[in-house]
């Protein structure tokens, strides 16, 4: 069984920062990738950052120069750094993995969610 783990949401004024957390526990062979997505209220859920096991990352357009996503294998965690946040960026945000459960057996899993909201 593998398990996400977010943390670090929260209420904030425009201009201000958070720091998000996701943390990877249970039974996995090996993570591919990591990545934050968000969901608005009324709108679809959205990639916001990826980063795969050789720190490559990729950004959605709304959120590049402003936002930075990290990664610890060793700890088997994310991050996600938001800075200069604003209003638009409410939503919550999602933690998902991509990994392997066995050798040959890989699947994507995600975690509860954590709030971010920036009041203008």
Not at 9 to 28: D, K, P
Not at 47 to 65: E, L, P, Q, R, W
Request: net charge neutral; charged share 15%.
């Amino acid at each position: 069984q593998v398990e996400l783990v977010e943390s670090g949401g929260g209420l904030v004024q425009a201009g201000e920062s958070l720091r998000l957390s996701c943390a990877a526990s249970g039974s996995f062979f090996r993570i591919v990738a990591m990545g934050w997505y968000r969901q608005a209220p009324g709108k679809q859920r959205e990639m916001v950052a990826d980063i795969n096991s050789g720190h490559s990352t990729n950004y959605a357009d709304s959120v590049k120069g402003r936002f930075t996503i990290s990664r610890d294998n060793a700890l088997n965690t994310v991050y996600l750094q938001m800075n200069s946040l604003k209003p638009e960026d409410t939503a919550v945000y999602y933690c998902q993995s991509r990994l392997y459960t066995t050798y040959t057996n890989w699947g994507d899993y995600w975690g509860q969610g954590t709030q971010v909201t920036v009041s203008s």
